[in-house]
């Protein structure tokens, strides 16, 4: 059995591995884990990742959890293009650094936004308190003002002239409020300028390809019932 990834396209870290894939011609196959149906708490999904979360990997009898360490498994297995995580030591220390950030911070922001401003309210049919979704926002902007001021800085990409595994995990995390309505770009031409030269990297096609789903996340079919207490149950946190 060859290279199996475990995603959902509606996650942006699944997104990040997806698009990392595609784009270095890597083969794989891909087994598609529903988020909303709740099919990572399978007990069979749980034999590729007792953490029920995706990404996974899968390679022969060798599994991954976690989408930075799978980003960097294929780079490395794969030898991929220098550029995406960098022999140089410094600009491998910029993405490391980037990547040990994100997770708490830029995830963090991009994911309230998107299930307060429409998983919520649109999807699951929870109204969500403004002064909750407002905090929320404003922690966005703090974040997106991090993200320019700090790792982007007057580069083209956050090691320098070429894209790395950092830009492409950011890119995503910015979608995600992309497909809830937010206007994440508008008012911040650093930022919108950036955004246009990592698609042009990745490839429109590719791109698209890539959002289709959180791009049309508002018109998710009704949820079964059960199901649908099970998520709120799951994600309640994230109306804090």
Not at 54 to 62: M, Q, S, T
Not at 140 to 145: I, M
Request: one cysteine or more; glycine letters at 4%; charged letters at 25%.
């Amino acid at each position: 059995m060859g290279l199996e990834l475990y995603l959902d396209l509606l996650s942006q870290p699944c997104r990040a591995v997806y698009i990392f894939a595609k784009k270095n011609g890597i083969p794989f196959q891909l087994r598609t884990v529903e988020l909303l149906k709740g099919q990572h708490y399978t007990d069979s999904f749980a034999q590729v990742n007792s953490l029920r979360k995706v990404p996974a990997l899968k390679d022969g009898d060798f599994t991954l959890a976690e989408s930075v360490a799978i980003l960097l498994y294929l780079s490395r297995k794969y030898k991929t293009p220098d550029h995406w995580y960098p022999q140089d030591l410094r600009a491998r220390a910029r993405v490391d650094e980037y990547l040990s950030w994100q997770h708490t911070a830029l995830r963090s922001c991009c994911t309230r936004a998107l299930w307060q401003k429409m998983m919520f309210p649109v999807v699951l049919g929870q109204p969500v308190p403004q002064e909750t979704l407002s905090s929320t926002l404003a922690d966005l902007d703090s974040c997106l003002q991090l993200l320019e001021d700090r790792f982007l800085r007057d580069q083209d990409f956050i090691t320098g002239s070429q894209i790395s595994v950092a830009d492409l995990m950011a890119i995503e995390e910015l979608m995600h409020p992309v497909g809830a309505g937010c206007q994440v770009f508008e008012n911040r031409p650093k930022l919108a300028k950036w955004r246009q030269r990592v698609e042009a990297v990745v490839g429109e096609d590719l791109f698209r390809e890539a959002h289709a789903v959180i791009l049309k996340v508002k018109d998710t079919p009704p949820l079964d019932p059960a199901v649908k207490e099970n998520l709120l149950h799951s994600v309640r946190s994230l109306l804090q």
